[in-house]
């Protein structure tokens, strides 16, 4: 089975802070992918990566950065976070045309 | 904008009665489907895939896709209480260097008892 492990469940950030999400996977996928879910709004994809240290912009990029240093661990990167980045943040991988795979999430609260 | 609609719902159905769920999308080179299954606080879980025209049954699930009318289903034969989740149907796309999914917003389903 394909595991996909998120650092954290649960996150409390102070606003301003810089705040560092982490995913792992075992299963030697190229692309790993970084979405945000809000209620009424769905999964919203922020930055993917296709190979390590190679990434690109999602629908959502603005006030995010990634890192792909290597190939099983992908971070998403609130360079100083605000409360508008309070949600339930997702990681996935996958390759081809497989399906992806998703982490636990991490529900993160900025206050 | 390449989209996926789906009915957000809630679909509410008796226990052991067939629940169905409907997605369309917009892209017609999509290639790849699949449905994923969110209980509530939790991550998206796959429970099919499907890539050619026809029916795919997996146990009480059956996906059904129609490239030419740009439609794609999911069928829960017998129903149970522990289906009661949000069902998020997803389209695969090539875009940039890496395949994507596009999402649907989801269609929440609850099986009474």
């Known amino acids: 089975d394909v595991k996909v492990t998120q650092s954290s469940r649960y996150l409390v950030k102070r606003t301003g802070e810089k705040v560092f999400l982490e995913c792992v996977q075992d299963?030697?996928?190229?692309?790993m992918f970084w979405y945000r879910q809000d209620p009424g709004l769905g999964l919203r994809l922020i930055y993917f990566s296709y190979d390590v240290k190679m990434k690109e912009k999602g629908d959502i990029p603005e006030g995010y950065s990634v890192s792909r240093e290597k190939k099983e661990r992908f971070s998403l990167i609130l360079e100083s976070a605000s409360t508008n980045q309070t949600s339930m943040y997702l990681c996935?991988?996958?390759?081809?045309?497989?399906?992806?795979?998703f982490g636990d999430g991490t529900r993160l609260s900025i206050l | 904008q390449k989209e996926v609609e789906q009915n957000s719902g809630p679909l509410s159905v008796p226990e052991g009665a067939i629940a169905s769920l409907n997605c369309t999308y917009s892209d017609r080179v999509s290639q790849s489907f699949f449905w994923y299954r969110q209980y509530s606080g939790k991550s998206p879980e796959l429970i099919m895939s499907i890539y050619s025209n026809g029916d795919k049954e997996d146990g009480r699930f059956t996906a059904q896709l129609n490239k030419a009318s740009q439609y794609v289903s999911l069928l829960i034969r017998d129903s149970q209480p522990s289906d009661s989740a949000t069902y998020l149907c997803a389209v695969g796309i090539s875009s940039g260097s890496a395949r994507q999914l596009t999402f649907g917003s989801g269609t929440q389903l609850t099986v009474l008892p």
């Open positions: 299963m030697d996928h190229e692309n």
């Open positions: 996935a991988s996958g390759t081809g045309n497989q399906p992806q795979h």
